[in-house]
């Protein structure tokens, strides 16, 4: 059973950055077998992929925020991180990490239906 746990959430004006956190437990492999992904949804919206990476490395990012946001993991960690630059108002919503069966080694789904664990989501908010 995987257990994602995310953090690094808060408030920051326009243009601010920050870095999210998301420790996955309860599997230690769990980056050397699922795909993983940030996504986010604000209220009365459907829940949107932000970005995903494969277990060999290979990203894909929403091109909302190409450019700005980077998401890595650190396997010796087992945690994904979502760096996000450049933050708009538009950027503010609930951030969720989640953990999926990959198309390929190399490629993953960006459906959220095709993530099937996921965190508790944290709050990013962005002023202007």
Same mark, same amino acid.
């Given at each position: 059973?995987?257990q994602l746990?995310?953090?690094?959430?808060?408030?920051?004006?326009?243009?601010?950055?920050? #870095?999210?956190?998301?420790?996955?437990n309860g *599997?230690? *492999?769990?980056?050397? %077998? *699922?795909?993983?992904?940030?996504?986010?949804?604000? @209220?009365? /919206? !459907? #829940? !949107?992929?932000?970005?995903?990476?494969?277990?060999?490395?290979? %990203?894909? *990012?929403?091109?909302?925020?190409?450019?700005?946001? %980077?998401?890595?993991?650190?396997?010796?960690?087992?945690?994904?991180?979502?760096?996000?630059?450049?933050? /708009? @108002?538009e950027d503010?919503?609930?951030?969720?990490?989640?953990?999926?069966? @990959?198309?390929?080694?190399?490629?993953?789904?960006?459906?959220?239906?095709?993530?099937?664990?996921?965190?508790?989501?944290?709050?990013?908010?962005?002023?202007?």
């Amino acid at each position: 059973q995987v257990q994602l746990v995310e953090s690094g959430g808060g408030s920051v004006q326009s243009g601010g950055s920050l #870095r999210l956190s998301c420790a996955a437990n309860g *599997y230690a *492999y769990t980056y050397d %077998t *699922y795909c993983m992904g940030w996504f986010r949804q604000v @209220p009365g /919206k !459907e #829940r !949107e992929v932000v970005a995903v990476i494969s277990r060999d490395g290979n %990203t894909n *990012y929403a091109e909302s925020v190409k450019g700005r946001f %980077t998401i890595s993991q650190d396997k010796a960690k087992n945690t994904l991180y979502l760096q996000m630059s450049s933050l /708009k @108002p538009e950027d503010t919503a609930q951030y969720y990490c989640a953990a999926g069966e @990959p198309k390929s080694s190399w490629i993953c789904y960006t459906g959220r239906y095709e993530y099937k664990y996921w965190g508790q989501g944290t709050q990013v908010t962005v002023s202007s």
